[in-house]
């Protein structure tokens, strides 16, 4: 069992105010903080939350919305797993699925072990890349991805780059859902979704400020 990292007054103050347990920082985040908010760890980055607190809630709710059929996922893959909180819930609601997650910052990855208890398993292989390079590098193929990349509270230019997508195109499964967290605020989307390429729009929605798509892979005719 992981050790709490506070103490039970800060934990009754947390109630009152967000408590910050643990700062740290790093080549990619330069403020990173482990913070108590009405009794939950979450983790933050300067202006936006990574793990187990807004972008948790508005993540899953987008993942019910889309009415995937998560529990029959056999290969899942995780692009941005932050404190792992969505990971988490995909190992909670499906018991079978081999799950990939990438994660290009160290320090993210070391705090979602010491603070929040998420550690490689068996079923569990944690990469630390950048996205695009695990993506050329990929032999898997996979049925359920989910992108929810964030450099505090920006998604990189990469993703609204095609060559991202026709990468991706090659690890999808004909079968694959792609869950596309776009933005916090939509203002980095271009006025036509031309960037996609060969992967198709199923639906979108908007949760809060983030703004998600559903995709697929293109069927080979």
Partial sequence: ???????????????????IIQKDQSDVNSVLETTLENGKLVLNAANANYSYGSLYRVFIKALLRFNLDIKNK??????GMGGGS?????????TLAQLDTVEIDRKVISIAKEMFGLS???RLRIYAVNAIDYINDCSEKYDLILIDIFIDDAVPEFCFAESFWKSLQNICLPTCDIVFNASMK??????????????NLKEKLRIEQNLFFLLQPAVSK
Avoid: C, R
């Fill in 1 to 19: 069992m992981m050790a709490k990292k506070y103490s039970f007054f800060q934990w009754l103050l947390s109630f009152l105010y967000p408590v």
């Fill in 74 to 79: 056999k290969k899942v893959l995780v692009l």
């Fill in 86 to 94: 969505v990971v988490k819930f995909l190992l909670e609601n499906n």
């Fill in 120 to 122: 490689p398993t068996d």
């Fill in 186 to 199: 939509g203002n980095h989307l271009k006025h036509n979704l031309d960037f996609l390429g060969p992967i």
